[in-house]
């Protein structure tokens, strides 16, 4: 039976103190943050399929607007739910109320953040937790364990976002360099306060201790837990591990996977992964930790399984800690991804896209992601195929629908929107994508826009990135990774590797360094769904575009897609709309309603230099 759930948030500026040292995340002082009930991270979202949620979000911050964004949700049918500004959405204004209430329809492991700026590095963010109780897989899986526990993964910044932000928007630009410490269910240390090293002692809490910042997970000897990890962060990807336990992997974003058991697991940002862990261990406390992948430093993450009726001492930061593997070991990366697959794929209604070989109905895009300077604002930004991203002046929906409704407009994929760069099929300039990016592209003078793929049928890309690790999310969509090598894509020789029987079915994909990914999905989700790299100071410096699926089919847009610049909203500026009204019908008569993306990632030889 289907329910109503619904939630009453108050977002607002909380800063830790020495008179209340009860907000500070890792012992330092006078960080603002961005909280939601005045909890971080913020209150969980727990509904099962078919239910209808609803958030009463009240923003109360006096000078910034935002959105809130479902990330793992795919609305179909519900497209200007998506909570993306820009996209889906005009931003909640200072003082503002918004409504937000959507029909359920994915179970898993999920979660919500803001979708303005850099704004969800500051705790504005939490865990979705979906249920489907008349799925037997599901019922199947929930029987395999006793209890369960969310354990979300955050890098953690002293300055706030709008900060870091400022710098990324600056010339000469300043990167936001490596997060300060590494929080785990809110809570970690920041090692200069901790060990009495800093240059000023009064940024730090006086009760700086692993027992009062250092979060624990009580557990029960002989006992199996589901541990729901999330990947909320902003900069760095990390390996977890449990000392002394082994995990098994059962479900990817939503996906139930074939089960497999690892000692660490690579989570990325964005990624979600739920793994069964039976406390078989003598009974005591285990250090769980995260370290850096991919990157050449950066904190550990810290929290602590104690098991019941154990006498043991406290832990100290000099173990016993799990084993990692090196930052830039990517062989247990490569194993974990080959492990990965889909449980019962057939199952999943899109699966016969898996053995779609009409070769006449793919359209193939190349789109090579740069770095370099704009020649036209001076500053260093992100582009595909020489397109920078930039946030349009009214939400993109409302223009998509507008054109495709106007007087005389052309037919869809033909239709002329404003504002509109079309993203080109190839790159305007191309290289030797194994060389340093930064030495052969430099700057340019590129196109800057809400950058679009028009979508009626069935598409493939290339994306061609710097050697950096990658994670890049698409809204309104999960897809299937039917690919993954090392070096630059190669159509001939990589289409046959394809794992078109049960590749891993997720929305968030990792392009790692000097690698490329290949995914497939049916676009069958009338709207317009960003597609980006998930790291926040990569997504503000444009890396980014939008995947435009059939507008002509839209319902009117709700008032909170028009509303950008009202100095007031009441509660009737909501997010809900007649979803009936858009068209969710799946017609696959034309057979070119399946994508396939191919992204490559090029090698960067001076990323040691300056990692970004």
């Known amino acids: ?203 730090c809490a006086d009760n700086c201790s692993i027992e009062d910042y250092i979060k624990t997970i009580n557990v029960d000897y002989g006992k199996t837990y589901r541990f729901r990890l999330i990947g909320g962060q902003t900069l760095i990807a990390v390996n977890f591990a449990i000392h002394n336990h082994n995990m098994t992997v059962v479900e990817v974003e939503g996906t139930l996977c074939e089960p497999f058991e690892v000692s660490n697991l690579d989570v990325m940002p964005g990624q979600r992964y739920s793994v069964l862990v039976t406390m078989d261990q003598d009974p005591g406390s285990y250090w769980a930790t995260t370290s850096v992948r991919y990157r050449s430093s950066g904190p550990d993450g810290h929290i602590i ?27 247990p990366t490569a194993e974990l991804e080959d492990q990965l697959v889909t449980k019962n794929v057939e199952s999943y209604p899109d699966y016969d896209i898996l053995s779609s070989e009409n070769e006449d109905s793919i359209k193939r895009f190349v789109i090579v992601g740069t770095q370099a300077t704009d020649l036209n604002s001076g500053k260093l930004r992100w582009a595909l195929n020489n397109v920078t991203y930039d946030m349009p002046s009214k939400p993109f929906i409302l223009s998509a629908y507008e054109a495709v409704n106007a007087d005389g407009a052309a037919p869809w994929p033909d239709t002329l929107i404003p504002e509109a760069v079309i993203l080109p099929e190839v790159p305007p300039n191309t ?73 891993i079915r997720r929305d968030t994909f990792t392009l790692y360094p000097g690698g490329w990914t290949a995914i497939r999905f049916r676009a069958s989700n009338v709207g317009v769904w960003p597609f980006h790299c998930v790291i ?46 858009t068209d969710t019908t799946v017609d696959k008569s034309e057979g070119k309603d399946e994508c396939s993306f191919h992204s490559d990632n090029s090698s960067d030889n001076s990323s040691d230099k300056r990692q970004q």
């Open 305 to 331: 399984l104690k098991y019941s009726g154990s006498t043991q001492t406290n832990l100290t930061l000099e173990g016993p800690f799990p084993e990692h593997p090196l930052h830039d070991d990517i062989e």
């Open 536 to 581: 926040p100071p990569h997504l503000v410096m444009g890396m980014e575009t939008l995947l435009v699926v059939s507008p002509n089919r839209l319902g009117p847009p709700p008032p909170a897609s028009q509303s950008c610049g009202e100095t007031s909203l009441s509660k009737d500026y909501s997010v809900k709309v007649d979803t009936d009204k």
């Open 1 to 203: 039976m289907a329910n109503l759930v619904e939630y009453n948030w108050t977002l607002r500026n909380l800063r830790a103190s020495s008179k209340d040292t009860s907000l500070s995340v890792d012992c330092n002082l006078d960080r603002l943050m961005l909280l939601v009930n005045g909890e971080y991270p913020g209150p969980a979202i727990r509904a099962s399929v078919g239910d209808t949620v609803r958030i009463n979000l009240v923003n109360e911050d006096p000078s910034t607007s935002f959105t809130l964004h479902h990330h793992g949700l795919h609305m179909f049918g519900q497209p200007y739910y998506d909570g993306a500004a820009g996209a889906s959405q005009c931003a909640t204004g200072v003082l503002q109320t918004q409504i937000y209430e959507f029909v359920v329809n994915e179970a898993g492991t999920h979660y919500w953040h803001g979708h303005m700026g850099m704004e969800r590095g500051d705790g504005y963010q939490g865990a979705i937790i979906v249920t489907d109780p008349d799925d037997e897989e599901e019922a199947q899986l929930e029987s395999m364990y006793d209890d369960e526990e969310v354990i979300f993964l955050q890098d953690w910044y002293h300055a706030n976002g709008p900060t870091l932000q400022a710098g990324l928007d600056s010339i000469p630009f300043i990167w936001v360099g490596n997060p300060q410490s590494f929080a785990i269910n809110g809570g970690g240390l920041y090692l200069p306060c901790f060990e009495n090293t800093t240059s000023d002692p009064s940024m």
């Open 431 to 503: 290289w030797n994508y194994t060389e340093s990016v930064h030495g052969t592209v430099g700057t340019y003078n590129g196109q800057s826009g809400p950058s679009i793929i028009p979508v009626k049928g069935r598409n493939a890309r290339a994306l061609n990135n710097v050697t950096e690790m990658h994670p890049w999310h698409l809204h309104g969509f999960s897809f299937y990774v039917v690919g993954m090598g090392d070096g630059v894509y190669k159509e001939e020789e990589d289409v046959p590797t394809y794992n078109l029987e049960n590749p």
